[in-house]
């Protein structure tokens, strides 16, 4: 009995091939790529599927491309053409008219608001130990997983776990936040 061998024929044959190294890549990069998008696009289902689609592109491509170093180039050129694409092939869905509709204003926010909350909420961060704030600042400030913030602090990622828990927990506790809660 003889072993199949997958050649680029019988690869383009097959209608899923599973490039490890393209999973690896959507799962590094993803993030930062739907960012990209995201700035590409009026909402953030938009982005995604512009993404989606990029991906879907790239995937097909993934054997022609020579140089996996210049990914992200090759991706966000695939975001801009794709979403060029788009753009010229879009349905006109304004029309004209006489007066124009008055947009309904909804109070946002109120900025001082929001920077007094800012000040408060780092003033309690600032309050924990130096490794309960780290791990605080990794998760929440920089919006690493727990495993990246384990990755970085050279802990366990049930280390993290617990660590950010007790650290949400002195938070909640904390009373300057009181008024806010």
């Given at each position: 009995?003889?072993?199949?061998?997958?050649?680029?024929?019988?690869?383009?044959?097959?209608?899923?091939?599973?490039?490890?190294?393209?999973?690896?890549?959507?799962?590094?990069?993803?993030?930062?790529?739907?960012?990209?998008?995201?700035?590409?696009?009026?909402?953030?289902?938009?982005?995604?599927?512009?993404l989606?689609?990029?991906?879907?592109?790239?995937?097909?491509?993934?054997?022609?491309?020579?140089?996996?170093?210049?990914l992200d180039?090759?991706?966000?050129?695939?975001?801009?053409?794709?979403?060029?694409?788009?753009?010229?092939?879009?349905?006109?869905?304004?029309?004209?008219?006489?007066?124009?509709?008055?947009?309904?204003?909804?109070?946002?926010?109120?900025?001082?608001?929001?920077?007094?909350?800012?000040?408060?909420?780092?003033?309690?961060?600032?309050?924990?130990?130096?490794?309960?704030?780290?791990?605080?600042?990794?998760?929440?400030?920089?919006?690493?997983?727990?495993?990246?913030?384990?990755?970085?602090?050279?802990?366990?990622?049930?280390?993290?776990?617990?660590?950010?828990?007790?650290?949400?927990?002195?938070?909640?506790?904390?009373?300057?936040?009181?008024?806010?809660?």
């Amino acid at each position: 009995m003889t072993t199949p061998v997958c050649t680029s024929a019988s690869r383009a044959a097959t209608p899923y091939h599973a490039y490890s190294s393209f999973s690896s890549y959507v799962r590094a990069r993803g993030p930062v790529l739907l960012r990209t998008a995201r700035s590409l696009t009026a909402n953030a289902s938009d982005a995604e599927d512009l993404l989606q689609t990029a991906l879907t592109k790239t995937y097909v491509a993934w054997d022609r491309i020579e140089d996996h170093r210049a990914l992200d180039g090759y991706v966000r050129r695939a975001l801009l053409n794709t979403r060029t694409s788009q753009w010229r092939k879009r349905k006109v869905d304004e029309f004209a008219c006489d007066e124009l509709p008055e947009p309904e204003i909804v109070p946002g926010p109120d900025p001082a608001d929001q920077q007094v909350l800012h000040d408060a909420m780092w003033r309690a961060v600032m309050k924990l130990p130096d490794r309960q704030r780290a791990m605080v600042v990794l998760r929440y400030y920089e919006d690493l997983s727990e495993a990246q913030t384990a990755e970085v602090l050279g802990v366990s990622v049930g280390t993290v776990k617990s660590a950010v828990s007790r650290a949400l927990g002195k938070l909640r506790e904390d009373p300057e936040l009181e008024p806010i809660r």
